[in-house]
């Protein structure tokens, strides 16, 4: 059974950083994409960034330059690390696993981690 575990979430002023974590267990991060995405209050859900099979990364325009991912096949484990954060970043924050075909909509997904920015 698939499971997929955040970690990292909190509170930090406008222009602090946070790295989260996603940690995957009863599943491999080899020949799979993983990726965040996030959900804001009273908005849709959206891709923040994806690791490709090539290792290249897909980054929404409102994070590029400011959101880093990277995944670590050793140890089963997604991050993103988020620099210069903004108010218009918090939202409830989740990773994603699946085969190629199955994006955009994966269906694995961890339970969340809420990030909360103050201006």
């Known amino acids: 059974q698939v499971q997929l575990v955040e970690f990292g979430g909190g509170s930090v002023q406008s222009g602090g950083s946070l790295r989260l974590s996603c940690r995957a267990s009863?599943?491999?991060?080899?020949?799979?994409?993983m990726g965040w995405f996030r959900q804001a209050p009273g908005k849709e859900r959206e891709t923040v960034a994806r690791?490709?099979?090539?290792?290249?990364?897909t980054y929404a325009d409102s994070v590029k330059g400011r959101f880093t991912i990277s995944q670590d096949n050793a140890k089963n484990t997604l991050y993103l690390q988020m620099n210069s954060l903004k108010p218009e970043d918090t939202a409830i924050y989740y990773c994603?696993?699946?085969?190629?075909?199955?994006?955009?909509?994966?269906?694995?997904w961890g339970q969340g981690t809420q990030v909360t920015v103050s201006s």
């Open positions: 690791i490709n099979l090539d290792g290249t990364a």
């Open positions: 994603a696993a699946d085969r190629q075909e199955w994006w955009p909509s994966p269906r694995n």
């Open positions: 009863g599943y491999t991060l080899r020949n799979s994409l």
